[in-house]
């Protein structure tokens, strides 16, 4: 029985080499497992003195000439041998395989035009942010008029999700941060025989800076991604076109409760993950430094002033409220895919993130005089 395989022959000829081709050259072929990729690997590379003679393939469909065509670089090879049909086949072939065209390179008038194509998506999310922080008041107004009709059971489940469940890992990175910034600073303050200023240092940048910021960036990747898959799956399964034919507003029922949950759980967060830092820069410093938890505790009020107690909790509350807007503002204009629920989701968490920072510095800015 003739073997079908499709395989060569390189056979030594006066004017250099030859590659013979043998058995079927068919999509038949190509399908059974490996074949493809053997004969792929053993294909030489076409050169000038080289020779290919198709005349013993038993045959040589479509798929077999687009193959030959494409390793030969899409040209005739300047020597080949082949039987008409052979050659009425890849003929076809090359009359009908289009060259991609080139990638044009981006010249200025496109990089200005992609410029300000970027620039109009980002006003576009600015007006419609925009309006949903005025939407928001609207829904609080109501709030105020019927508070018996209000989402309440909505509030206290997020207010559960998004704060109680918390607890645990803000307290782990805080007690972190804490003994972290507490080994950096005991090495410098040893070196000037200040050692008592670590309650000073540990208890302004954790109150006033880092315990916030800290739990502000921690609630937007784990709440505010929540809050955007949330709402884009309910776009991906059709339930906010639902709620829109039964009269049903999105912002009442969706916004509103989510910010006013991290509106009231963000301080009390922020307080846990201050805490959770002190608590472990007190450990550090009495290990690196020998402070006692006592002299600690009773240095800490007369280092950190109440304007800083309120400005870090006035700081919190902002942060909330942004974050709920951003993740509920991403998550409504999730499109009916899965891709676009990824996309907004990752969107979220890193203009969420941005958003904080950008905040927490302009804080810093308007009061540098504050508490200090």
């Keep these: ?49 080289q020779g290919w003679d198709l005349r013993e393939a038993a045959l040589l469909d479509h798929v077999g000439a687009q193959m030959l065509w494409d390793h030969w670089g899409q040209r005739w090879p300047e020597q080949v041998e082949l039987l008409p049909p052979q050659r009425a086949v890849l003929e076809r072939v090359a009359q009908f395989t289009a060259r991609p065209p080139p990638h044009p390179r981006p010249g200025l008038y496109a990089l200005y035009l992609g410029f300000g194509g970027e620039l109009l998506r980002a006003l576009g999310h600015i007006r419609a942010f925009v309006r949903l922080i005025g939407q928001l008041t609207l829904d609080l107004r109501e709030l105020l008029r019927a508070p018996h009709q209000a989402p309440w059971r909505d509030f206290s489940g997020n207010l559960y999700r998004i704060g109680a469940t918390a607890l645990p890992i803000t307290a782990l990175v805080g007690g972190l941060i804490g003994v972290v910034l507490a080994y950096l600073t005991a090495q410098q303050l040893k070196q000037f025989g200040a050692d008592a200023y670590i309650v000073d240092i540990l208890g302004i940048a954790l109150v006033r800076e880092l315990g916030p910021m800290l739990a502000a960036i921690l609630i937007a990747g784990r709440s505010g991604s929540a809050i955007t898959a949330q709402i884009g799956v309910m776009r991906v399964t059709d339930e906010l076109d639902a709620m829109r034919v039964m009269g049903i507003s999105h912002t009442y029922r969706l916004v509103m409760p989510r910010a006013m949950a991290l509106a009231i759980a963000m301080p009390l967060i922020s307080g ?26 009773k240095g ?12 870090g909790t006035s700081k919190s509350v902002v942060f909330g409220i942004l974050i709920a807007l951003i993740g509920c503002h991403f998550g409504l204009r999730v499109r009916p895919n899965t891709q676009s629920l990824g996309e907004g989701t990752t969107a979220s968490v890193v203009t969420a993130i941005t958003v904080v920072i950008l905040v927490d510095a302009l804080f810093a800015v308007l009061f540098s005089s504050v508490g200090l």
Excluded: H
């Design 300 to 311: 800490l009020p007369a280092a950190v002033s109440l304007p800083n107690l309120i400005l």
């Design 272 to 297: 846990w993950t201050t805490l959770a830092g002190l608590l472990g820069g007190m450990v550090a410093a009495d290990l690196s430094l020998g402070i006692s938890p006592l002299f600690f505790a």
């Design 1 to 49: 029985m003739t073997d079908a395989t499709p395989r060569i022959e390189k056979a030594p000829v006066p004017q250099g080499r030859s590659v013979r081709l043998l058995g079927e050259w068919t999509a038949g072929q190509f399908a059974r497992p490996g074949v493809f990729r053997e004969l792929l690997r053993g294909l030489p590379r076409p050169t000038a003195q």
